[in-house]
């Protein structure tokens, strides 16, 4: 230092010159530390933190946009393709079943499959019925009756009255049941024709002879209608080969009960009554009935059984025929020519003539 003071005097034109620009720069260089832009000898810790450098703004990442570019030109496929539209149509989905809502079941009407409502179907009566049970014999057995047709006007022909004595007219009604079942357009669409084949069965099953003219109570069941019924009766010109009756009192047998219940809940117009032998056509009634003469009359034309019939002299009581007559009805008797022929042929005439039948008030 002593060297330095010594020669201070020759400093002292260094002032302006040497100790002068060592002045300057010292001076430059606090003003550099202070300001920040002369980094310090003496390190950082002591300055402050220099936000400046968090400040630089960052550069958008322009490569990626260049890569994707590069890829878009190097792909041989367009990627801007305007899509062809196609147009596809979509099944509608059909509206799923209502699902009842909890707590609104009742509000919601259930999907169930429509009822149908109640309509009448007519009923279609088939043309033939039969056998039809309308009543049994003493001893049990089945009264029956076959049905053919539907018409209006209702038509019987009973059969068997006097049981096997007079087989051959079961036989003939046998055969007129089989003719009707295979012809059935022979009855008139006006008509319902019933025939019942047997009213006797009880004498059909006894006997063909003399025994099996009777019921199982000895009773002759053409004697037992209540209309001009006796408790007996004058054997002259009568059936008399054995002791018969007429019944207790009329309708006492269920053969004749059975009978008329049916022809008058059927409200049966005409009948005929088939009987053998031999005596010919019968009106019912005493005298004959308007009607059953009539339609004897008719019958007759159409065949060769008596007409009038032959007379006997027999005074018969309580007649079927006599019965319906008094009712109306159109009743006749008709005898077969013999005891054992059915007289078949003649009798489609017969029932021919029946089918076609009317009877007019006043006619003849
Ligand atoms: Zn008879």
């Not at 059909?94 to 009842?100: A, G, M, N, R, V």
């Not at 006749?332 to 003649?346: G, I, K, N, W």
Request: proline share 11%; with cysteine.
């Amino acid at each position: 230092m002593k060297a330095m003071f010594r020669s201070s005097n020759r400093l002292t034109c260094f002032v302006g010159g040497v100790w002068g620009t060592v002045l300057v720069m010292l001076a430059l260089l606090i003003l550099g530390l202070l300001s920040g832009f002369v980094e310090s000898p003496f390190g950082t810790a002591a300055l402050p933190p220099q936000p400046a450098q968090v400040s630089v703004p960052l550069e958008t990442p322009a490569p990626i946009v260049v890569a994707a570019r590069l890829a878009e030109a190097a792909s041989p496929t367009p990627t801007h393709v305007v899509p062809t539209l196609v147009f596809t149509p979509t099944p509608t989905p059909l509206p799923l079943p209502t699902q009842p809502k909890q707590g609104f079941s009742i509000v919601e009407t259930p999907h169930y499959p429509p009822t149908p409502s109640p309509t009448f179907i007519p009923t279609v009566v088939p043309f033939m019925e039969g056998p039809i049970t309308i009543g049994k014999s003493v001893e049990q057995r089945e009264i029956q009756v076959y049905r053919f047709g539907t018409g209006a006007s209702k038509r019987l022909i009973i059969a068997g009255v006097h049981g096997g004595y007079e087989w051959n007219t079961v036989a003939l009604a046998d055969a007129l049941i089989e003719h009707l079942t295979a012809n059935p357009q022979i009855v008139p669409p006006h008509v319902t024709l019933y025939v019942l084949r047997v009213l006797n069965p009880d004498g059909y099953a006894r006997s063909f002879g003399y025994e099996g003219r009777a019921n199982a109570n000895n009773v002759d069941i053409n004697r037992n209608f209540p209309v001009d019924w006796a408790e007996s009766w004058a054997p002259q010109g009568c059936w008399s080969h054995l002791p018969i009756t007429s019944g207790p009192h009329p309708i006492s047998e269920p053969e004749t009960a059975a009978l008329i219940g049916f022809v008058v809940q059927k409200r049966i117009q005409a009948m005929i009554s088939y009987h053998s032998a031999a005596l010919g056509i019968f009106a019912g009634g005493v005298p004959p009935a308007p009607q059953s003469a009539s339609l004897a009359k008719a019958l007759a034309e159409v065949s060769t059984y008596p007409h009038p019939p032959i007379n006997t002299g027999c005074d018969a009581t309580g007649q079927m025929a006599d019965w319906a007559s008094s009712l109306g009805i159109a009743s006749v008797d008709v005898e077969l020519h013999t005891h054992y022929a059915t007289d078949f042929q003649e009798n489609l005439r017969v029932l021919d003539a029946f089918f076609a039948w009317e009877y007019f008030q006043g006619s003849k």
